[in-house]
C-alpha cells in the first residue's frame, strides 16, 4: 500500500513537472461551442448597446448621418495622455488609435545588478509600430476604407487629462472624408480603475456599419528570458459565453489566418491574454461577436535572409467597455460580467481560488506573500493534524504488525497462484486488523488530501499576478519564478529525507531503501518550481518534522500506559 501511494505522489508530480510544458490545451471552437454559441457569420444588431456603454458615456447620443462634401479632420499629428494614478495611456489621433499603456504598480522584468533602472510595464506591444495596426483601430472589410479609418488625422475633443481616484472624463476622436466614411470614437475613463468606457459610431457610404475593434499583435512586449523563466508562458485569445458559464481560450499557436478564423457568437466579453495581463472587451451580453486570426508578414532578418513572422490580433465587434490591466482577483471580481474568471485556476479552480482569498488574507496581516504562504500551509497543517495523527498511528500499528502478516504470507505461500488461499488469507488479514483496530487505508488519506492542495497551491502560484515580482527574503526577489541558487529546494529534500526517516514504514528493508531515493528525486524535480511553491513544500516538511517529533511521543507514552495496563 505504502509503495504504491509513493509512487502514485511521486507520478503526481512528475506529471505537474511535465505541466509546465504542455499547460492547458485550447478548446477547439468549432467543437466546444454549443449550437446557440456556434460560430457564425452574421452580424449583432446594430442597435444593440452594451450597459458599460450607457453607464459610461451617460446619456445616448445620435449621430448624424455623413453630409456629402462635409469632411471633419485634424491639420496636424498629435497624442494626448490620459495618466491616473494605475496607468499613463498615450492615444493618438492618427486612427485614434492607443499607442502606450503603462502600468505603473507593474513593472519590467527584474533588472540585474548592473543595470537598476526599472521602467513601468507596457502593454501595448512594441510590434504595433512595425504592423502599423495600432490597439482599437477599426477593421473593415474594404481595404481601401480600413487604411483610411486607421491613417486619418482625427479632429479630438479634450486634451491631456489627469484623474484622480475620484476623478473621471472624456476623450472624443472624429473623422469622416465627407462621402464614404464617417467614425467617431468616445473614450470615457475613470481614476479609480484600468477599465474604460467604449462608444464606437461608423457610418460607411452614408449608412450605419457595425464597428469591430481590433487589439494586437499580441499584448505587451516580455523578453526572452521572461518567457523562459515563467512556469507558464500561454498567451491568445479567450472568449466567455454566459451561456456556458465557461472560458473557452486559443492560444497563438492554434490561431489561425483570417480567412480560416472561427468567428465566436453569443459572447458577454472577449479578450487576449497573457499569463498575468489581459485586454478584456465587453460585448453586449449573450450577443457578442469576436474573433481571432493571424496576419503573417515577410520581414528581412539581419543576415539578408527574408522570414515570415506572425503578429495576432483579436476583433471585437461593438464593444461597450474595455478592462486593459493585470488579472488582479478583487479587480476583476468588482469589475462583473464575470471576467475573474480570465484567471486560469484551471481544474483546481475551487480550491487555488479559495487558497488565493486566504493568502490575501493574511498578506494583508503581514506585507510579505512570502509570509502569507507559511502561515497558510501552518493553518493546514493544522487543520489536517487530528486526520494526520490517525493516520500515523494506524501506520505505527501496521509497522508493529508485520511479523504476524510475514507469518500468514508465509503460511499462504501459493497466494498468487491459488485463487482460494488469497480469499483465506485476505480474509485472516482483514480480522487481524480488526482485532487490533486498524485501517490499512487510513495511512495514504492525509497524502491523498493534499495532493489538491499542492495542485491548488501550484496553479494558484502560476497564475496569481500578485506573485509576480514579489520577493520573500535575501536572495528570493521572485516567489513566481525558480529559487535562483536552488537553496530552497535543496533544504526541501533534506527535510524530506529527515521526515521520511521519523515516519514509521510498513514497507520490507528492499523498499525502504528505494524510497530513500524519492527526496533526491523530488528534488531535482523541484529544482525549476516557483520559489513560491518551494517554499510552501519546505515549509510543511519542516511542519512535518515538529508534528512527527510530537506524534512519536504522544504513541510511545501510550505503548508505555498500554504496557503498564496489561502487566496490571
Given at each position: 500500500?505504502?509503495?504504491?501511494?509513493?509512487?502514485a505522489?511521486?507520478?503526481?508530480?512528475?506529471?505537474?513537472?511535465l505541466?509546465?510544458?504542455?499547460?492547458?490545451?485550447?478548446?477547439?471552437?468549432?467543437?466546444?461551442?454549443?449550437?446557440?454559441?456556434?460560430?457564425?457569420?452574421?452580424?449583432?444588431?446594430?442597435?444593440?448597446?452594451s450597459?458599460?456603454?450607457?453607464?459610461?458615456?451617460?446619456?445616448?447620443?445620435?449621430?448624424?448621418?455623413?453630409?456629402?462634401?462635409?469632411?471633419?479632420?485634424?491639420?496636424?499629428?498629435?497624442?494626448?495622455?490620459?495618466?491616473?494614478?494605475l496607468?499613463?495611456?498615450?492615444?493618438?489621433?492618427?486612427?485614434?488609435?492607443?499607442?502606450?499603456?503603462?502600468?505603473?504598480?507593474?513593472?519590467?522584468?527584474?533588472?540585474?545588478?548592473?543595470?537598476?533602472?526599472?521602467?513601468?510595464?507596457?502593454?501595448?506591444?512594441?510590434?504595433?509600430?512595425?504592423?502599423?495596426?495600432?490597439?482599437?483601430?477599426?477593421?473593415?472589410?474594404?481595404?481601401?476604407?480600413?487604411?483610411?479609418?486607421?491613417?486619418?488625422?482625427?479632429?479630438?475633443?479634450?486634451g491631456?487629462?489627469?484623474?484622480?481616484?475620484?476623478?473621471?472624463?472624456?476623450?472624443?476622436?472624429?473623422?469622416?472624408?465627407?462621402?464614404?466614411?464617417?467614425?467617431?470614437?468616445?473614450?470615457?475613463?475613470?481614476?479609480?480603475?484600468?477599465?474604460?468606457?467604449?462608444?464606437?459610431?461608423?457610418?460607411?457610404?452614408?449608412?450605419?456599419?457595425?464597428?469591430?475593434l481590433?487589439?494586437?499583435?499580441?499584448?505587451?512586449?516580455?523578453?526572452?528570458?521572461?518567457?523562459?523563466?515563467?512556469?507558464?508562458?500561454?498567451?491568445?485569445?479567450?472568449?466567455?459565453?454566459?451561456?456556458?458559464?465557461?472560458?473557452?481560450?486559443?492560444?497563438?499557436?492554434?490561431?489561425?489566418?483570417?480567412?480560416?478564423?472561427?468567428?465566436?457568437?453569443?459572447?458577454?466579453?472577449?479578450?487576449?491574454?497573457?499569463?498575468?495581463?489581459?485586454?478584456?472587451?465587453?460585448?453586449?451580453k449573450?450577443?457578442?461577436?469576436?474573433?481571432?486570426?493571424?496576419?503573417?508578414?515577410?520581414?528581412?532578418?539581419?543576415?539578408?535572409?527574408?522570414?515570415?513572422?506572425?503578429?495576432?490580433?483579436?476583433?471585437?465587434?461593438?464593444?461597450?467597455?474595455?478592462?486593459?490591466?493585470?488579472?488582479?482577483?478583487?479587480?476583476?471580481?468588482?469589475y462583473?460580467?464575470?471576467?475573474?474568471?480570465?484567471?486560469?485556476?484551471?481544474?483546481?479552480?475551487?480550491?487555488a481560488?479559495?487558497?488565493?482569498?486566504?493568502?490575501?488574507?493574511?498578506?494583508?496581516?503581514?506585507?510579505?506573500?512570502?509570509?502569507?504562504?507559511?502561515?497558510?500551509?501552518?493553518?493546514?497543517?493544522?487543520?489536517?493534524?487530528?486526520?494526520?495523527?490517525?493516520?500515523?498511528?494506524?501506520?505505527?500499528?501496521?509497522?508493529?504488525?508485520?511479523?504476524?502478516?510475514?507469518?500468514?504470507?508465509?503460511?499462504?505461500?501459493?497466494?498468487?497462484?491459488?485463487?482460494?488461499?488469497?480469499?483465506?488469507?485476505?480474509?485472516?488479514?482483514?480480522?487481524?486488523?480488526?482485532?487490533?483496530?486498524?485501517?490499512?487505508?487510513?495511512?495514504?488519506?492525509?497524502?491523498?488530501?493534499?495532493?489538491?492542495?499542492?495542485?491548488?497551491?501550484?496553479?494558484?502560484l502560476?497564475?496569481?499576478?500578485?506573485?509576480?515580482?514579489?520577493?520573500?527574503?535575501?536572495?528570493?526577489?521572485?516567489?513566481?519564478?525558480?529559487?535562483?541558487?536552488?537553496?530552497?529546494?535543496?533544504?526541501?529534500?533534506?527535510?524530506?529525507?529527515?521526515?521520511?526517516?521519523?515516519?514509521?514504514?510498513?514497507?520490507?528493508?528492499?523498499?525502504?531503501?528505494?524510497?530513500?531515493?524519492?527526496?533526491?528525486?523530488?528534488?531535482?524535480?523541484?529544482?525549476?518550481?516557483?520559489?513560491?511553491?518551494?517554499?510552501?513544500?519546505?515549509?510543511?516538511?519542516v511542519?512535518?518534522?515538529?508534528?512527527?517529533?510530537?506524534?512519536?511521543?504522544?504513541?510511545?507514552?501510550?505503548?508505555?500506559?498500554?504496557?503498564?495496563?496489561?502487566k496490571?
Open positions: 500500500m505504502e509503495k504504491r501511494l509513493i509512487l505522489i511521486f507520478l503526481s508530480f512528475l506529471v505537474l513537472f505541466y509546465q510544458l504542455i499547460f492547458i490545451k485550447p478548446h477547439r471552437p468549432a467543437e466546444s461551442l454549443p449550437p446557440e454559441t456556434a460560430v457564425v457569420e452574421k452580424s449583432v444588431s446594430a442597435e444593440s448597446e450597459p458599460e456603454a450607457k453607464a459610461t458615456a451617460g446619456e445616448k447620443e445620435k449621430t448624424e448621418p455623413a453630409i456629402s462634401g462635409q469632411e471633419v479632420a485634424a491639420e496636424e499629428e498629435q497624442t494626448i495622455t490620459v495618466e491616473t494614478p496607468y499613463r495611456a498615450v492615444w493618438s489621433n492618427r486612427g485614434g488609435v492607443l499607442i502606450s499603456w503603462q502600468l505603473k504598480n507593474h513593472l519590467k522584468k527584474l533588472p540585474d545588478r548592473k543595470n537598476p533602472a526599472r521602467e513601468p510595464l507596457d502593454l501595448v506591444p512594441e510590434d504595433a509600430s512595425r504592423t502599423g495596426l495600432y490597439p482599437l483601430a477599426l477593421k473593415l472589410e474594404d481595404d481601401n476604407l480600413m487604411e483610411k479609418a486607421n491613417r486619418s488625422l482625427y479632429r479630438v475633443e479634450g491631456d487629462l489627469k484623474l484622480g481616484p475620484d476623478g473621471s472624463a472624456s476623450l472624443v476622436f472624429e473623422y469622416s472624408d465627407g462621402n464614404n466614411i464617417k467614425v467617431r470614437k468616445q473614450l470615457t475613463f475613470n481614476g479609480l480603475e484600468y477599465n474604460f468606457g467604449i462608444k464606437v459610431d461608423l457610418q460607411v457610404g452614408g449608412k450605419e456599419a457595425e464597428p469591430v481590433l487589439w494586437g499583435p499580441g499584448i505587451g512586449t516580455p523578453g526572452p528570458e521572461e518567457l523562459k523563466e515563467r512556469f507558464s508562458a500561454a498567451r491568445g485569445a479567450a472568449f466567455f459565453s454566459s451561456r456556458e458559464g465557461k472560458v473557452f481560450r486559443l492560444q497563438e499557436k492554434k490561431i489561425t489566418p483570417e480567412k480560416e478564423a472561427s468567428r465566436y457568437e453569443g459572447l458577454d466579453w472577449a479578450a487576449y491574454e497573457e499569463n498575468y495581463f489581459a485586454a478584456i472587451f465587453l460585448l453586449e449573450a450577443q457578442g461577436q469576436a474573433f481571432a486570426f493571424k496576419q503573417e508578414i515577410s520581414e528581412q532578418r539581419p543576415d539578408g535572409k527574408t522570414t515570415v513572422v506572425p503578429y495576432f490580433y483579436l476583433a471585437v465587434s461593438r464593444p461597450g467597455g474595455a478592462y486593459i490591466g493585470p488579472k488582479e482577483y478583487s479587480r476583476l471580481k468588482a462583473g460580467h464575470s471576467t475573474k474568471k480570465i484567471i486560469n485556476f484551471g481544474f483546481s479552480g475551487g480550491i481560488e479559495l487558497l488565493l482569498l486566504a493568502t490575501r488574507y493574511f498578506y494583508g496581516l503581514i506585507p510579505n506573500w512570502g509570509v502569507a504562504i507559511i502561515i497558510m500551509t501552518l493553518i493546514i497543517k493544522i487543520l489536517f493534524f487530528p486526520l494526520t495523527y490517525s493516520s500515523t498511528r494506524s501506520m505505527a500499528r501496521m509497522a508493529e504488525l508485520q511479523p504476524k502478516i510475514k507469518a500468514l504470507r508465509a503460511k499462504y505461500k501459493r497466494a498468487k497462484q491459488d485463487l482460494e488461499q488469497r480469499r483465506q488469507m485476505n480474509e485472516e488479514l482483514m480480522r487481524l486488523y480488526k482485532e487490533h483496530g486498524i485501517n490499512p487505508a487510513s495511512g495514504c488519506l492525509p497524502l491523498l488530501i493534499q495532493l489538491p492542495i499542492f495542485w491548488g497551491f501550484f496553479r494558484m502560476v497564475v496569481a499576478v500578485e506573485f509576480r515580482h514579489s520577493p520573500f527574503i535575501f536572495w528570493i526577489k521572485d516567489l513566481s519564478v525558480r529559487d535562483p541558487y536552488y537553496v530552497t529546494p535543496i533544504l526541501m529534500g533534506v527535510t524530506q529525507f529527515i521526515s521520511q526517516k521519523m515516519t514509521p514504514s510498513t514497507s520490507d528493508p528492499a523498499q525502504q531503501k528505494m524510497m530513500m531515493l524519492m527526496p533526491f528525486i523530488f528534488t531535482i524535480l523541484f529544482m525549476n518550481f516557483q520559489a513560491g511553491l518551494v517554499l510552501y513544500w519546505l515549509t510543511n516538511n511542519l512535518q518534522i515538529a508534528q512527527q517529533a510530537i506524534m512519536n511521543k504522544m504513541m510511545a507514552r501510550k505503548r508505555e500506559s498500554d504496557g503498564k495496563r496489561r496490571k
